[in-house]
C-alpha cells in the first residue's frame, strides 16, 4: 500500500538532492594539485584527507542509509536483539585502532590502493591477493543495493509507487562520481552528517516527548514485542547470537574494501589514530537512530509498501517522521535519508571499482596498463556496479535484500588471515592462507545456503541455528566466526606442513608499518608491483 | 619511514585500556537488565549508550599515550 502522494516532501528531498548533485560536481575542483586520471587520485582523493574531512567521510561511509533505516526497523521486527548494532560499533574501534594505522603506514610507503595490493607485496602471492580482491567486491555489491532500499522507503512514503526515481538518483550519483571520484562523497558528507545530526537530535527530543517519555515508549514497545513472542531484553538463548553478531561484524567492518580506502585517504598515520576516537560520535548517534524502532512501535506505526505478509519495515522510519513531525520537517529528514544513502554508494563503487582496476584488470587483462588507463578502467567499473546494485534491487524481494549486509559480512571477514594477521606476521604460508580461505568460505556459504527463513528457503539469515547440527539448544552464532575460525585452523595446521614449498617474497619491511608521514607519492606513480 | 628508530612505549599497561570497552558490551551477562533505569530506559540500553562515551574515553588515552611510539 502506497499513500497519497505529498508535494511538498517530495520538492523539499527533490531542492536537497540537486544541491547535492551540484556539490558533487563541483568536488572535482576541490583540493586538486594534478590531474584526476589516477587510482590515486580519483580513486583516494590524493591521500590528503585531514583529521575533519576524514571523520566525515569515514563516517558518512561506515554508517550508511542501512543504518537509518535497517537498525530501527531490526528492533522494530525482533526487540533488543536489533541493538547489537551499538556494541557492533563500539567494540569496532579498539579493536581496529592499531590494525588501521598499520595498514596506513605500510599502503601509503608501497603505494598501495586496496587490501588486495598489499596481500600481494606482503605474502607474494598473486592467487591470494584475487581471492581478496573478489571477495571485497562481491562482498560490496549487495551492500551497494542495500543503500536504496533507504531511497526506496523514502520514496514509498512520500507516495510514489514506481522504481524510476531510483534510476534517476542512480544515474546523477555514477555522473558525478565519474568525474569527482573520492572527492565527491568526501564533500557531500559533510551536508549529510550535519542534516543527520540535526534530524536526529530533533527526533529523539520531540518524538518522546510527544509520545509521552521514554517510559511510555519502553513499555509500548514490550507490550507489542511481547506479542510476536520477542522483548526489550534478550533471552537467554539469544546471548551468544548477540555477542558473536556484534565481535564478528566489527572485525569484519575494517575488511571492506570502502572502509580500507576511507583509511588510505588519510594523510597521516596520526589522523587514522586519532579518528578512532572521534567516530564513536556517530555511534551515539546510531544509538538513538536504533531506538526510534521502539517510538514506532509505541506509536503504532504500520509500515507502507511491501506485501500484506511481508510488510517493508524499513519504511517505519519514514513513516514515523511523516506522522508526527510537519511535512517541512519530514521532507527534510527525508533528504537526509537520501543523501545518506548516496554517500556510502559513492564510496563503495569507487572502492570496489579500484580493487577490480588494481587487482584484476591489471595482473590478469592487461598487465603494462597506464595509471590513466587505470583509472578510467576503475570509473568505468564504478558505473557499471550502480547500474547493477539497481538492478539487483528492482529485481530482487527487498526483505532479501536486508540479511544481504549480514551475508555480506560473513563472506569479506574471510580475508582476515591474509589481511590482519598479515599486519602483523609473515608466520603463515601463503597456501596455507589460501586453501584456509577455500575452508572458510566454503563451510560459511554451506552454513549460509541450510538457514532458512520465514520468506526464504535458503540465505534467509547470517545468524545460525545450532539445532540445525543436532544440538538440543535455540541458540544461534553468527556464521561468520565459525568460518573464520574454521579458516584460522586450517591455516595454521597446513603452515608447518607446507613449510617446504616456496613462500613467496615480501617487499615490505618492519619499519614500514610505522611510517607516520611520508612525503606524498608523486601522482600518476606505477603501484609497487 | 627511513631513519630515526622509534621510540618504546614505556607503558605498556595503556593498552589494556582497549579490552574494558570490550568487555563491557561484548557479554549480555552484565548488562541484560531492566533495572536500573533512567527516565525510563531500561539499564540494558544506558548502559551499552553510556559505553559509546566510555569508548572514545578509552581509545582517546590510548591515542595520547601512543602518540610518540608506535
Redesign the interface.
Known sequence: MIPAFNGLEFGIVIAMFAVVAVLGFVATRWRRQTSLSSVEEWGLGGRRFGTAVSWFLIGGDLYTAYTFVAVPALLFGTG?AG?FA??Y???V???V??VA?RMW?VCH?HGYATAADFVRGRHGSAILALLVAITGIVATMPYIALQLTGIRAVIETVGIGGDWPLWVAFVVLAAYTFTSGLRAPALVAFVKDILIYVMVLVAVIYIPYKLG???????GAQSALAKKGYG???TGS??LG??TL??GSALALFLYPHAVTGVLAANSR?VV??N???L??Y??ML??IA?LGYMALAAHVKPVGGTAAAPDTTTIVPVLFNNEFPHWFAGIAFGAIVIGALVPAAIMAIAAANTFARDIYRPYIRRHASPREEALVSQIVSIVLKLGAVGVIVGLKLTFALEFQLIGGVIVIQILPSVVLGLYTRWFHRWALAIGWVVGMGLSVYMLYVTKSTTAAHFGSASFALSTWGLHTKVTIWTGIVGVVANLVVASVLTPLLARLPRGTDETSP??Y???E?PPIPAGSAPAA | MNGEPRPRLRNRWVLLLLLLPLVAVLVPEFYNFSSPSIGGMPFFYWWQLLWIAGVAVCVAIVYLATRRAR
Do not use: C, W
Request: charged letters at 15%.
Open positions: 533488543a541493538f551499538v556494541p560499533t563500539i567494540a574501534f579498539p579493536l585502532m592499531f594505522a603506514s610507503e517519555g521514554y517510559d511510555v515508549i519502553f513499555r526489550t531484553l534478550l539469544q546471548y548477540y555477542t556484534a565481535l596520526k589514530k586519532k578512532m576516537s572521534l564513536p560520535a555511534s551515539l544509538g538513538f531506538l619499519a614500514d610505522f611510517e607516520a611520508a
